[in-house]
Protein backbone atom coordinates (compact mmCIF):
# COMPACT_ATOMS: atom_id res chain seq x y z
CA UNK A 1 0.00 0.00 0.00
CA UNK A 2 1.69 3.06 -0.94
CA UNK A 3 2.56 6.07 1.49
CA UNK A 4 0.24 9.03 1.39
CA UNK A 5 1.74 12.38 2.04
CA UNK A 6 -0.43 15.29 2.52
CA UNK A 7 0.72 18.65 0.90
CA UNK A 8 -0.40 22.52 1.73
CA UNK A 9 0.97 25.23 0.91
CA UNK A 10 0.54 29.58 0.75
CA UNK A 11 0.90 31.45 -2.27
CA UNK A 12 4.50 31.65 -1.53
CA UNK A 13 4.95 27.90 -1.62
CA UNK A 14 2.74 26.82 -4.23
CA UNK A 15 5.29 26.29 -6.83
CA UNK A 16 7.53 24.42 -5.08
CA UNK A 17 4.55 22.30 -3.71
CA UNK A 18 3.15 21.49 -7.15
CA UNK A 19 7.12 20.75 -8.18
CA UNK A 20 7.09 18.64 -5.17
CA UNK A 21 3.79 17.15 -5.72
CA UNK A 22 4.96 15.75 -9.49
CA UNK A 23 8.21 14.29 -7.67
CA UNK A 24 6.08 12.48 -5.35
CA UNK A 25 3.63 11.31 -7.98
CA UNK A 26 7.05 10.05 -10.36
CA UNK A 27 8.32 7.74 -7.22
CA UNK A 28 5.11 5.91 -6.32
CA UNK A 29 3.69 8.27 -3.35
CA UNK A 30 0.15 9.11 -3.10
CA UNK A 31 -0.53 12.73 -2.57
CA UNK A 32 -3.65 14.56 -0.47
CA UNK A 33 -3.20 18.26 -1.91
CA UNK A 34 -5.29 20.53 0.40
CA UNK A 35 -3.66 23.71 -1.43
CA UNK A 36 -3.35 26.82 -1.99
CA UNK A 37 -3.86 26.10 -5.86
CA UNK A 38 -2.52 29.06 -7.19
CA UNK A 39 0.00 32.45 -6.25
CA UNK A 40 -2.51 34.29 -5.39
CA UNK A 41 -2.41 35.48 -1.67
CA UNK A 42 -3.69 33.52 1.25
CA UNK A 43 -3.81 33.28 4.59
CA UNK A 44 -1.23 29.94 5.35
CA UNK A 45 -3.46 28.46 8.30
CA UNK A 46 -6.39 27.39 6.35
CA UNK A 47 -4.36 25.12 4.48
CA UNK A 48 -1.65 24.13 6.56
CA UNK A 49 -4.23 23.13 9.02
CA UNK A 50 -6.10 21.14 7.58
CA UNK A 51 -3.19 18.91 6.27
CA UNK A 52 -1.74 18.73 9.51
CA UNK A 53 -4.73 17.54 10.86
CA UNK A 54 -4.64 14.69 7.82
CA UNK A 55 -1.58 13.89 9.06
CA UNK A 56 -2.82 13.46 13.50
CA UNK A 57 -5.78 11.45 12.07
CA UNK A 58 -4.24 9.07 10.40
CA UNK A 59 -5.52 9.60 7.21
CA UNK A 60 -2.27 10.84 5.74
CA UNK A 61 1.05 8.69 6.37
CA UNK A 62 3.14 11.98 6.54
CA UNK A 63 2.92 16.05 5.37
CA UNK A 64 5.17 18.20 3.26
CA UNK A 65 4.40 22.31 3.85
CA UNK A 66 5.59 25.19 1.97
CA UNK A 67 5.67 28.68 2.61
CA UNK A 68 7.58 31.59 1.94
CA UNK A 69 10.60 31.01 5.24
CA UNK A 70 8.69 27.97 6.12
CA UNK A 71 8.18 29.27 9.63
CA UNK A 72 4.86 30.10 9.92
CA UNK A 73 3.39 26.95 8.12
CA UNK A 74 5.69 24.44 10.92
CA UNK A 75 4.33 26.96 13.80
CA UNK A 76 0.41 26.00 12.69
CA UNK A 77 1.29 22.58 12.29
CA UNK A 78 2.50 22.20 15.47
CA UNK A 79 -0.39 23.63 16.98
CA UNK A 80 -2.36 20.67 16.16
CA UNK A 81 -1.99 17.53 18.47
CA UNK A 82 0.23 14.63 17.57
CA UNK A 83 2.10 16.99 14.83
CA UNK A 84 6.31 16.99 14.89
CA UNK A 85 6.92 19.23 12.20
CA UNK A 86 10.71 20.69 11.51
CA UNK A 87 11.45 23.05 9.61
CA UNK A 88 13.97 21.53 6.58
CA UNK A 89 16.85 23.59 4.93
CA UNK A 90 19.20 21.21 3.55
CA UNK A 91 19.27 17.42 3.31
CA UNK A 92 20.89 17.10 6.47
CA UNK A 93 18.23 18.86 8.33
CA UNK A 94 15.76 16.45 7.02
CA UNK A 95 17.68 13.36 8.22
CA UNK A 96 17.73 14.26 11.75
CA UNK A 97 14.36 15.45 11.60
CA UNK A 98 13.44 12.03 10.99
CA UNK A 99 15.93 9.92 12.78
CA UNK A 100 15.96 12.09 16.13
CA UNK A 101 12.68 13.77 16.15
CA UNK A 102 10.35 11.17 14.18
CA UNK A 103 8.90 14.43 12.56
CA UNK A 104 5.71 13.56 10.87
CA UNK A 105 5.62 16.62 8.70
CA UNK A 106 8.40 18.93 7.74
CA UNK A 107 8.33 22.62 6.24
CA UNK A 108 10.09 23.75 3.25
CA UNK A 109 10.93 27.44 2.71
CA UNK A 110 10.47 28.51 -1.14
CA UNK A 111 12.43 31.81 -0.65
CA UNK A 112 14.90 29.68 1.28
CA UNK A 113 16.45 26.78 -0.83
CA UNK A 114 16.24 25.79 -4.97
CA UNK A 115 13.91 23.22 -6.02
CA UNK A 116 16.44 20.48 -6.46
CA UNK A 117 17.33 21.46 -2.82
CA UNK A 118 13.67 20.76 -2.05
CA UNK A 119 13.92 17.59 -3.87
CA UNK A 120 17.01 16.38 -2.15
CA UNK A 121 15.37 17.09 1.53
CA UNK A 122 11.83 15.54 0.69
CA UNK A 123 13.97 12.08 -0.23
CA UNK A 124 16.08 11.99 2.31
CA UNK A 125 13.57 13.00 5.10
CA UNK A 126 10.88 10.08 3.32
CA UNK A 127 14.30 7.75 2.93
CA UNK A 128 15.07 8.17 6.74
CA UNK A 129 14.25 6.10 9.81
CA UNK A 130 13.47 7.03 13.25
CA UNK A 131 16.23 6.05 15.69
CA UNK A 132 14.16 5.50 18.85
CA UNK A 133 16.82 4.98 21.61
CA UNK A 134 17.14 8.05 24.08
CA UNK A 135 14.98 9.96 21.04
CA UNK A 136 12.50 7.96 21.94
CA UNK A 137 12.19 9.41 25.26
CA UNK A 138 12.31 12.65 24.20
CA UNK A 139 10.15 12.39 21.81
CA UNK A 140 7.57 10.65 24.39
CA UNK A 141 7.92 14.22 26.64
CA UNK A 142 6.90 16.75 23.82
CA UNK A 143 2.88 16.19 23.87
CA UNK A 144 1.47 18.31 26.90
CA UNK A 145 -0.20 16.54 29.27
CA UNK A 146 -3.87 16.43 28.38
Known amino acids: MPITIALA?????????????SHLLTRGYEV???????????????WIRPAAKSVSRGE???GIIFGG???????????????????CWND???LLAREHNN??????????????TARDIV????SAQFQKGRHE?????????S
Open 60 to 62: CDQ
Open 32 to 46: KDFGTFSEDSVDYPQ
Open 69 to 87: SGNGEAIVANKVKGIRCAV
Open 123 to 126: DRWL
Open 103 to 116: ANIISIGQRMVSLE
Open 9 to 21: SDHAGYLYKEGIK
Open 92 to 94: ESA
Open 137 to 145: RRINQIEPD
